[in-house]
């Protein structure tokens, strides 16, 4: 790719007498030389992440690597944050050119977010809820009066999470919710401040690894609330197993939706088609930060609906006949 591509057009050179004259002026003004030739400033591309020990954190780093190692002229870096609808409203307020977030965040109608659409489907998120093996929750409806979080204020997991309970008529105050990030999550379980919490990310998640590597912990069964769920959210949820090779626990089914990797709608298209090439043709690369990565195909990623595709995603998607 060449490195003028995502550059301001210089202006053009002075012609003769003129140029004598500008002589002249840079001699007896040497600090003017120093401006006429400074290198135009990099484009900066901030990728929207969620909490550093789950999956879009470890996604994004990744892809900020390869990005800057293959594209020249961008200086890309990742943004710690409470996940989905945060990095939704982060790159629809142009605080962040690209980011992550489950489908369930994303409006009906594409028009909500004009400013917002996708460049891939990239992986589904699991709906996991963690207890204790030993405590007394074994399903759903055991929550009923327990102290669960139910994720991070403006992340996915609380979406999904909340509009669980109400399918399940768990919603109110018929479950005391706390609002925990996962690493808070984590620690509160440890210390018995909750009963339970709800996190949904990519297969397999980094801190539920190191909790059920050194304590003994049960994920709950969700399988059989999928159906409610798609009765008042069409399309979104389906089934997925968390086998037992994951975590060590007993398998299970679960909930589990979409992700998407999304971008600023005004970034230029042939921009935006290289970051969908590195995307695709590096998913190896990406799949060694994470395994979610390894499960991007060109095929699947153009199912981004109700997002649109960004212009230059889409021409690369064609020029790939996925």
């Known amino acids: 790719m060449s490195r003028t591509r995502f550059r301001r057009v210089r202006p053009r050179p002075v012609r003769p007498p003129a140029l004598l004259a500008l002589l002249l002026v840079v001699v007896a003004l040497p600090g003017v030389a120093g401006c006429q030739d400074a290198p135009e400033p990099p484009v900066r591309i901030r990728i929207a992440t969620g909490s550093p020990t789950a999956v879009?954190?470890?996604?994004?780093?990744?892809?900020?690597?390869?990005?800057?190692?293959?594209?020249?002229?961008?200086?890309?870096?990742?943004?710690?944050?409470?996940?989905?609808?945060?990095?939704?409203?982060?790159?629809?307020?142009?605080?962040?050119?690209?980011?992550?977030?489950?489908?369930?965040?994303l409006p009906a109608a594409p028009a909500a977010h004009p400013s917002v659409v996708a460049v891939a489907r990239v992986y589904d998120d699991l709906l996991h809820l963690v207890t204790?093996?030993?405590?007394?929750?074994?399903?759903?409806?055991?929550?009923?009066?327990?102290?669960?979080?139910?994720?991070?204020?403006?992340?996915?997991?609380?979406?999904?999470?909340?509009?669980?309970?109400?399918?399940?008529?768990?919603?109110?105050?018929?479950?005391?919710?706390?609002?925990?990030?996962?690493?808070?999550?984590?620690?509160?379980?440890?210390?018995g401040t909750i009963d339970a919490f709800f996190f949904s990310g990519g297969l397999p998640v980094r801190a539920l690894e190191q909790l059920t590597d050194d304590s003994a912990t049960r994920i709950v069964d969700l399988g059989e609330w999928t159906g409610p769920l798609r009765e008042s959210n069409p399309e979104v949820y389906v089934s997925r197993d968390i086998p037992r090779s994951v975590y060590g626990t007993d398998p299970v089914t679960t909930v589990a939706n979409p992700n998407f990797l999304i971008v600023r709608a005004d970034l230029p298209a042939p921009l935006i088609r290289e970051v969908t090439r590195l995307l695709m043709e590096r998913r190896q690369e990406l799949a060694a930060a994470h395994p979610a990565a390894g499960r991007m195909s060109p095929r699947s990623a153009i199912a981004t609906a109700p997002l649109p595709l960004h212009p230059g995603a889409a021409d690369w998607y064609r020029a790939a006949k996925p």
């Open 56 to 105: 879009y954190h470890a996604f994004g780093q990744s892809l900020a690597a390869v990005l800057n190692r293959e594209l020249p002229d961008v200086r890309a870096s990742v943004v710690v944050t409470a996940a989905s609808a945060e990095n939704v409203r982060l790159v629809g307020a142009g605080e962040a050119e690209l980011g992550f977030t489950q489908a369930d965040v």
């Open 132 to 191: 204790t093996a030993g405590g007394p929750v074994r399903t759903l409806a055991d929550l009923r009066g327990r102290r669960v979080s139910v994720g991070a204020p403006g992340s996915g997991t609380e979406i999904t999470a909340v509009r669980l309970l109400e399918v399940a008529r768990l919603g109110g105050d018929r479950v005391r919710q706390e609002r925990l990030g996962l690493d808070d999550s984590v620690a509160a379980l440890r210390a």
